[in-house]
């Protein structure tokens, strides 16, 4: 369409020094249904920008690995005409959209709009064949041959890994003659009649220092982790790309599944307008229930080489958080948006190449 926006430019984060950490006791209890508080002035504290130096730091990242070692890698960041830190305007914010009705169910607004992805004909095609479930009860979203994308809260609650960080496993769904219900091959075993899960070891897990002891507001802008696999898997995945303002989505809409903890044994799927966005996070009223917690969250993108839509990951789903303005409160789910710093950070991760992530 004409008046597409142009690539944003891509900075480049380059590691800079790796520290040897010492194990983490991997005490924290899973929490899979995050909820955070934002006032005025941790509202507009995202259109102010932040110092190279504070990014740097935000931006350094831990990489826990599956014997229990742990390091520290910090980053310099790429300084162009305008400064690193304005890489990407803020969107123009609107008031936020107050919601009428009393809540009475907590991230579900009114009459319940998820769908169930019931079938093997839906459930193992793409886009929903790119949802994985994670081993302590979220969701994540593969975004290459051996990386899934999650929630960080679903490996780290920000001052230790999770138990269940130690051996992390990410499940596929699977048609039911090739697995059991333990996601084991079998040729004698009777096949279930859902799909089944085929389970795989995390080799690698990398979170953000931004959400490793900071502050609430600040942490919830980093919830975000990326998982790699001990062995590739076959599947279709999602690419990844630099969210947009939501004017520039097809509809406005954003759309992600999950595995909502009150659909048991379910994929589940919705989609909404976004409501609202600041420079980190997407506010919206998609309907959502634990451990649909780091689905991807994605839109259509308009590609202007391929001159079509195309669905891309732009987010991560985090939680839920009250917000207060002007002295009325207003509560959203929140997902975290893809900047161009986080995008150059996550595609370093996967490609491990700052020089192949110029452009989404």
Not at 277 to 288: G, V, W
Not at 339 to 360: E, M, S
Request: glycine share 8%.
């Amino acid at each position: 369409p004409t008046g597409s926006p142009r690539h944003p430019h891509i900075p480049s984060l380059v590691p800079h020094t790796t520290l040897v950490l010492s194990s983490p006791r991997f005490s924290a209890q899973p929490q899979l249904d995050i909820t955070t508080y934002c006032n005025s002035s941790c509202y507009q504290q995202g259109e102010l920008p932040p110092s190279r130096e504070s990014l740097s730091e935000r931006l350094a990242y831990e990489t826990l690995y599956a014997d229990g070692r742990r390091t520290l890698t910090t980053v310099d960041l790429e300084e162009d005409g305008e400064g690193v830190a304005t890489a990407q305007p803020p969107p123009t914010r609107g008031r936020p959209i107050p919601f009428p009705h009393r809540r009475r169910k907590r991230q579900i607004y009114g009459a319940d709009g998820r769908f169930n992805i019931r079938g093997n004909n839906f459930l193992l095609d793409y886009p929903f064949s790119t949802a994985v479930r994670i081993s302590t009860g979220c969701t994540g979203v593969l975004v290459s041959e051996s990386h899934v994308l999650t929630a960080a809260h679903c490996v780290h609650d920000g001052k230790d890994y999770v138990k269940g960080a130690r051996k992390l496993r990410v499940g596929f769904l699977v048609p039911p003659g090739n697995a059991t219900r333990t996601g084991r091959p079998s040729s004698s075993a009777r096949p279930v009649k859902t799909a089944a899960v085929r389970w795989v070891r995390v080799k690698r897990t990398r979170v953000p220092r931004g959400w490793i002891q900071g502050t609430q507001e600040i942490s919830m802008d980093f919830d975000y982790s990326l998982l790699e696999l001990r062995l590739p898997h076959k599947q279709p995945y999602m690419r990844l790309s630099v969210a947009p303002s939501s004017k520039d989505l097809a509809g406005k809409r954003i759309h992600f599944s999950g595995f909502d903890s009150d659909r048991p044994g379910e994929l589940v799927y919705r989609f909404c307008p976004v409501e609202d966005e600041s420079n980190d996070l997407i506010y919206q009223h998609c309907d959502a229930r634990p451990g649909a917690s780091g689905s991807g969250v994605y839109g259509r993108v308009w590609d202007p080489a391929a001159e079509r839509w195309e669905r891309k990951v732009i987010g991560v789903f985090s939680g839920h958080q009250w917000l207060e303005v002007n002295g009325e409160n207003h509560d959203f789910n929140v997902a975290v948006r893809l900047t161009p710093l986080k995008f150059a950070q996550i595609c370093y991760w996967v490609r491990g190449n700052h020089v192949d992530c110029q452009q989404d």
